[in-house]
């Protein structure tokens, strides 16, 4: 059985940073590109950033490059996701999905079948 288990969030001020963890379990987690999404209140659920099965490749949603930084360590089976310059619009629960074994990054919610069960981040301003 799949489990992704983020951590990390918590409150911070406007400017500053996080570091989100997604720890892996029940899943050769090499073989599956992962991917980060948040969803603010009121709102749909929005594509963050998605990493390749090696790491090599990267894809940002317009909002967070050059703030965001996605990265992962296949010898631990975790993924990251480095928040600077944080703003009050970052403000919402980040999730970790997996996509299935084998396939390409996507950025399509629907193309992830595993996710975890979310962690906060608010950012004051």
Not at 42 to 66: L, N
Not at 75 to 82: E, G, P, V
């Amino acid at each position: 059985q799949v489990q992704l288990v983020e951590s990390g969030g918590g409150l911070v001020q406007a400017g500053g940073s996080l570091r989100l963890s997604c720890a892996a379990s029940g899943l050769t987690f090499s073989l599956h590109a992962m991917g980060w999404f948040r969803q603010a209140p009121g709102k749909a659920r929005e594509f963050v950033a998605v990493i390749g099965r090696s790491g090599a490749t990267t894809y940002y949603v317009d909002s967070v490059k050059g703030r965001f930084t996605i990265s992962r360590d296949n010898t631990k089976n975790t993924m990251y996701l480095q928040m600077n310059s944080l703003k009050p619009e970052d403000t919402a629960v980040y999730y970790c999905a997996a996509g299935r074994a084998f396939r390409a990054v996507t950025i399509r919610p629907e193309d992830y079948n595993s996710w975890g069960q979310g962690t906060q981040v608010t950012v004051s301003s």
